[in-house]
């Protein structure tokens, strides 16, 4: 064999043993990351597997195939196709905001954006997540949305179907950062779980918590209801870590803590 048929094996070779060795990630899952070193644990949310610190890394939905670094690693994050939702809102004024309305509807979203940048450690989720509401799944995370035959932005939460009044819980210790009635979300609060883990919860007809209270896992936080942008009572549940909107359902799944590694 000549030396350019070598060199040229040589490489297919190691191209091939790198693309084996890189990781990758689904759009809205969470992979674990084995950390080097024990400095800077309390920069992400972490957990111990067999005397090795992980941190937990979120694959963002707008970053499919793309790469996304964490430290020195280079993530792939696959591309997924998630389906389509189309809906209908007759109210034409939530669809088409007059200048008052959307003048609202942008105060209240830097309120919100800031309020998701929260970074405590106030707790260290175990990822035990319960299911906040019983009731049926209706929109899944990732679905293009087109609201009145309209192109917007894909579905980043879990809608979770329930009759006006089911108590909605916590599914993991927090801190409510955030209650208030908006425009699209209706009532509407955030849940603090430490370490960039955080909770939305939208549409309640009622909210059972005031900012600054500490909740424990399965405590009562509100209801179901029908308030702001909807076509029918149901929880619009979102879930972030470090500011990614990840999948709700990835994370209330039996054996998610074994699929992240
Ligand atoms: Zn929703």
Not at 37 to 45: F, I, R, T
């Amino acid at each position: 064999m000549n030396n350019f048929f070598l060199s040229f094996f040589i490489s297919l070779l190691l191209c091939s043993y790198s693309l084996q060795a890189s990781l990758s990630g689904i759009p809205g899952e969470i992979i674990a990351i084995k950390l080097n070193s024990n400095k800077n644990l309390n920069s992400y949310l972490t957990i111990e597997k067999d005397g090795h610190f992980y941190a937990l890394v979120p694959m963002p939905f707008d970053k499919q195939g793309e790469y996304i670094k964490f430290q020195s690693e280079s993530i792939f994050v696959t591309e997924k196709n998630f389906g389509e939702s189309r809906i209908t809102i007759e109210n034409s004024s939530m669809v088409n905001l007059s200048k008052e309305d959307s003048e609202r509807a942008f105060k209240e979203s830097q309120l919100i954006s800031n309020a998701l940048k929260t970074y405590s450690q106030i707790y260290k989720s175990k990822l035990d997540f319960l299911k906040p509401v019983d009731g049926v799944i209706s929109s899944r995370y990732g679905k293009k949305r087109f609201i009145n035959e309209l192109p917007r932005s894909p579905h980043l939460a879990l809608d979770i179907a329930a009759p006006t009044g089911t108590t909605i819980i916590a599914p993991a210790n927090g801190k409510i950062i955030l209650t208030g009635n908006f425009f699209y979300s209706g009532n509407y609060l955030i849940l603090d779980h430490g370490y960039g883990l955080l909770t939305s919860y939208s549409h309640l007809s009622v909210i059972e918590v005031s900012e600054g209270q500490l909740v424990k896992q399965g405590q009562k936080i509100g209801e179901v209801g029908t308030t702001g942008r909807v076509t029918g009572p149901h929880l619009h549940w979102t879930v972030y870590l470090n500011g990614t909107r990840i999948n709700p359902e990835s994370i209330i799944k039996e054996n998610f803590l074994e699929s992240i590694f």
